[in-house]
């Protein structure tokens, strides 16, 4: 996928999809217009959820071979995760600044497999303690809408949760250009449209910020 926090990115969250028929689904966002594939990874420690794994991450790989994965790794020490998850054939590895100790280690190890790093935070978690890594990392990963674009002005800046139509507009206002949807692209009777709304909504927001420069 394309580098560049000036350009729209649109990742519908296959969590909320019919997991029965993953490869299926996968591919009918991506023949929607889809720009990448956000799967979330929880172990039931970090979260109190569990979804899947490298093994799935492996399966998908051959049947989306162009497809970039994006591993949103809601996991409690997510440096066990790296390797794993690389010859598994994910594009992208985004780890929680809350849930290791030494993050600068963790975004090492990630690029040094080649890998596009991420860190992310929790909702309560104040965006100030990014500012160490910011400059190492590829993506930040938001799970609410704050001030961003300010923030970060470098970086791919990604929104997750309860992202769709309705608030779209907020969040690309704040700055993201990459828009993880679950529920409103998965459930959308027509998820082509819905991914174009969302992509022309950041799109507009991009220009109007770089006119204002
Ligand atoms: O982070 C997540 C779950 O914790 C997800 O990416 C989530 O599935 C997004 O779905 P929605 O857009 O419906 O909130």
């Avoid at 490869?23 to 009918?28: A, I, K, P, V």
């Avoid at 979330?40 to 399966?59: A, E």
């Avoid at 809350?98 to 890998?115: L, N, V, Y």
Wanted: charged share 25%.
């Amino acid at each position: 996928m394309e580098n560049g926090c000036g350009k729209a990115k649109i990742g519908p969250s296959i969590l909320n999809s019919d997991l029965s028929d993953l490869t299926s689904e996968c591919q009918r966002m991506m023949d929607s217009g889809a720009d990448y594939l956000h799967l979330d990874v929880m172990d039931g420690q970090f979260v109190p959820n569990l979804t899947f794994g490298h093994p799935v991450v492996k399966c998908l790989r051959p049947k989306l071979p162009n497809v970039f994965l994006d591993m949103h790794m809601m996991v409690a020490k997510p440096e066990q995760w790296i390797e794993g998850m690389h010859d598994a054939g994910a594009d992208q590895y985004t780890f929680h600044f809350e849930a290791t100790d030494d993050p600068k280690t963790c975004i090492r190890k990630i690029k040094e497999t080649g890998m596009k790093a991420g860190i992310g935070i929790k909702p309560n978690t104040p965006v100030e303690v990014l500012d160490p890594f910011v400059d190492l990392v590829d993506m930040v990963l938001i799970m609410t809408v704050r001030y961003l674009r300010e923030h970060f002005s470098t970086v791919d800046i990604e929104v997750d949760g309860g992202v769709g139509p309705a608030t779209i507009q907020e969040c690309a206002e704040a700055g993201a250009n990459m828009i993880v949807s679950g529920n409103a692209i998965m459930k959308s009777d027509n998820p082509r449209e819905t991914i174009q709304y969302l992509r022309n909504v950041v799109e507009e927001a991009i220009q109007k910020s770089q006119l204002e420069r």
